[in-house]
């Protein structure tokens, strides 16, 4: 089966440390990216990666770091600097297409003791 | 990027049409309009696009108003597994896209 894996589902941090979020897809999609979503509210886009070692910084990408050392990976830091780090965290995927279908994980949900 | 406005929530009875409006009057000429919905702590789920024609798809039906200020999702026929919040977006591209809270939909039996 085709898709985006993200584990783990629910991650419990104590503040002051940084935690790494997964995200897989066997999709052959180039294109993939990383979504914060708070209580309540939209998706809000903290990085997006087009190609292997290469990525650009979305809206929220303060306090944030990625990785694209792999086509079908593009994990997620969450850093100390990250004032704010519990919530719901999406990754994604889709073609290079402009305009173009996104495919999401399932959702990683962080919660910083 | 245009900003779209949704009512926060609606409620629909199972086996009607679920009509989702979507205000987006400050659209520009190549920014599409996107519907995504996303039941319960799940990842959204796409359902349709477009740019200015009206599409459909094995979903839902996307109206968009000839001025391209406004559209509407239209689920055919509701069920109770269409119950999820409703984003509606305005975004040149997947890298522009600016989301809403959304409509919470609810389908009732």
């Known amino acids: 089966d085709g898709g985006i894996t993200q584990s783990p589902k629910y991650l419990f941090r104590k503040e002051g440390q940084n935690v790494t979020l997964s995200c897989e897809q066997n999709l052959n999609h180039d294109a993939m990216y990383w979504y914060r979503q708070d209580p309540g509210q939209g998706l809000r886009l903290i990085y997006y990666?087009?190609?292997?070692?290469?990525?650009q910084k979305g809206d929220i990408a303060e306090g944030y770091s990625v990785s694209r050392e792999k086509k079908e990976s593009f994990p997620l830091t969450v850093t100390s600097a990250q004032k704010n780090p519990t919530a719901f965290y999406l990754c994604a995927s889709s073609t290079l297409r402009l305009v173009d279908t996104q495919y999401f994980g399932p959702g990683t949900r962080l919660t910083v003791l | 990027d245009a900003k779209t406005t949704q009512p926060p929530s609606m409620d629909c009875a199972e086996g009607r049409a679920a009509n989702l409006p979507c205000n987006h009057s400050t659209i520009s000429g190549n920014e599409y309009v996107y519907w995504y919905r996303q039941i319960h702590s799940q990842g959204p789920q796409y359902i349709i696009h477009g740019l200015k024609n009206n599409e459909t798809n094995e979903m839902a039906s996307l109206i968009i108003t000839e001025d391209r200020k406004s559209s509407t999702l239209i689920l055919p026929h509701a069920t109770l597994r269409d119950t999820a919040v409703y984003y509606c977006i305005a975004g040149g591209s997947n890298y522009q896209l600016i989301w809403g809270a959304g409509t919470k939909l609810i389908i009732k039996p």
């Open positions: 990666s087009q190609i292997v070692n290469d990525f």
